[in-house]
């Protein structure tokens, strides 16, 4: 049968639970456990186990961290900083892009809402500075990457050149320029819309003045109509109230510039230095008085769906306008 271990003291066993702990103050146990001369530890252990204890997590860290390095140069050694790896069907974006607008408040409380006074100064400049800010690149070539110096005007007829980018002409949006405060003051509004980029995206236009969608508004299908056949590689852009009472209280509509959309020469989209996204400008020229209206805006293409999955929308965007006396 085996016994409790026994220590000799006094030449004569004695059980060890039967001895009486020594008493320590609170100071003395701490300051015994940051050093103990008796047992020769330092919080703990002794010098040698922590010796081995670091030399072991030296060693562990420092594999780990070269095997971390090894699977990063592995990584970046398959990636293309010009190109996604995955695009288009094989992407989780996919092939039809979103719409956004601007301007958007900075307050999350009005989310898709602008609302002002016309006659109110600080009101009227709270959106044209998100304006400002938003467009500082388009008004202001030299922001861009290599100061905006691989950027050519393009026109249907005049394609990019390789290694180029499209410049947006700010010229042509008329009203809707910075110097005109983008219509704030005069309570005629200007909204500006773009395609999110989806790299190697061509649209598929409706080029055929025949085979225009049911559901594509009237005022576009005449516009589409009337003009030069050269013009018709476009991704068209219509804007309408959501609602019945919407459509009456929103007023005339002009989009600058004068093509009604997007101009097909500035896809696809291959993330060349400078490139900028086309934008329309959609000017509101008497929309209602002290009402909120609900604007929904769609881009037109073959291959642009008009979806809304979980609230979000592709092909479209909705805001509300809200102009006060």
Same mark, same amino acid.
């Given at each position: 049968?085996?016994?409790?271990?026994?220590?000799?003291?006094?030449?004569?066993?004695?059980?060890?639970?039967?001895?009486?702990?020594?008493?320590?103050?609170?100071? %003395?146990?701490?300051?015994?456990?940051?050093?103990?001369?008796?047992?020769?530890?330092?919080?703990?252990?002794?010098?040698?186990?922590?010796?081995?204890?670091?030399?072991?997590?030296?060693?562990?860290?420092?594999?780990?961290?070269?095997?971390?390095?090894?699977?990063?140069?592995?990584?970046?050694?398959?990636?293309?900083?010009?190109?996604?790896?995955?695009?288009?069907?094989?992407?989780?974006?996919?092939?039809?892009?979103?719409?956004?607008?601007?301007?958007?408040?900075?307050?999350?409380?009005?989310?898709?809402?602008?609302?002002?006074?016309?006659?109110?100064?600080?009101?009227?400049?709270?959106?044209?500075?998100?304006?400002?800010?938003?467009?500082? %690149?388009?008004?202001?070539?030299?922001?861009?990457?290599?100061?905006?110096?691989?950027?050519?005007?393009?026109?249907?007829?005049?394609?990019?050149?390789?290694?180029?980018?499209?410049?947006?002409?700010?010229?042509?949006?008329?009203?809707?320029?910075?110097?005109?405060?983008?219509?704030?003051?005069?309570?005629?509004?200007?909204?500006?819309?773009?395609?999110?980029?989806?790299?190697?995206?061509?649209?598929?236009?409706?080029?055929?003045?025949?085979?225009?969608?049911?559901?594509?508004?009237?005022?576009?299908?005449?516009?589409?109509?009337?003009?030069?056949?050269?013009?018709?590689?476009?991704?068209?852009?219509?804007?309408?109230?959501?609602?019945?009472?919407?459509?009456?209280?929103?007023?005339?509509?002009?989009?600058?510039?004068?093509?009604?959309?997007?101009?097909?020469?500035?896809?696809?989209?291959?993330?060349?230095?400078?490139?900028?996204?086309?934008?329309?400008?959609?000017?509101?020229?008497?929309?209602?008085?002290?009402?909120?209206?609900?604007?929904?805006? +769609?881009?037109?293409?073959?291959?642009?769906? +008009?979806?809304?999955?979980?609230?979000?929308?592709?092909?479209?965007? +909705?805001?509300?306008?809200?102009?006060?006396?």
């Amino acid at each position: 049968m085996s016994v409790p271990d026994k220590k000799i003291q006094n030449g004569t066993y004695e059980l060890e639970y039967n001895r009486m702990p020594e008493y320590k103050t609170k100071w %003395e146990a701490f300051r015994d456990f940051i050093h103990d001369p008796n047992e020769g530890t330092y919080c703990g252990h002794t010098g040698k186990k922590w010796a081995i204890t670091g030399a072991f997590y030296t060693i562990f860290f420092a594999v780990l961290a070269l095997l971390f390095a090894i699977c990063m140069k592995g990584l970046l050694a398959t990636l293309n900083p010009e190109r996604p790896r995955w695009t288009l069907e094989e992407s989780l974006i996919g092939t039809n892009p979103g719409m956004g607008f601007r301007p958007i408040s900075d307050n999350p409380l009005e989310k898709s809402l602008i609302w002002y006074s016309s006659s109110d100064p600080a009101s009227v400049q709270k959106w044209t500075s998100l304006l400002d800010i938003f467009l500082k %690149e388009y008004t202001n070539s030299t922001l861009l990457p290599n100061g905006g110096r691989n950027q050519q005007i393009c026109s249907y007829d005049t394609p990019v050149k390789p290694g180029h980018a499209c410049a947006v002409d700010v010229n042509n949006w008329g009203p809707c320029s910075p110097e005109q405060q983008y219509g704030f003051n005069n309570s005629a509004p200007c909204v500006f819309l773009k395609l999110n980029r989806i790299y190697d995206w061509i649209p598929d236009f409706y080029n055929d003045t025949k085979n225009l969608p049911k559901e594509m508004p009237v005022t576009l299908v005449e516009h589409i109509k009337s003009i030069n056949s050269s013009w018709l590689n476009t991704v068209w852009v219509s804007c309408i109230g959501e609602d019945p009472h919407d459509n009456e209280n929103i007023g005339e509509l002009n989009y600058y510039p004068k093509s009604h959309g997007f101009p097909g020469y500035y896809y696809p989209y291959k993330n060349i230095p400078g490139y900028l996204s086309p934008v329309v400008a959609v000017h509101f020229l008497r929309p209602a008085r002290n009402k909120i209206i609900n604007v929904e805006c +769609h881009a037109w293409a073959k291959n642009i769906i +008009h979806a809304s999955v979980k609230g979000e929308k592709s092909g479209s965007v +909705h805001f509300e306008l809200m102009i006060d006396e």
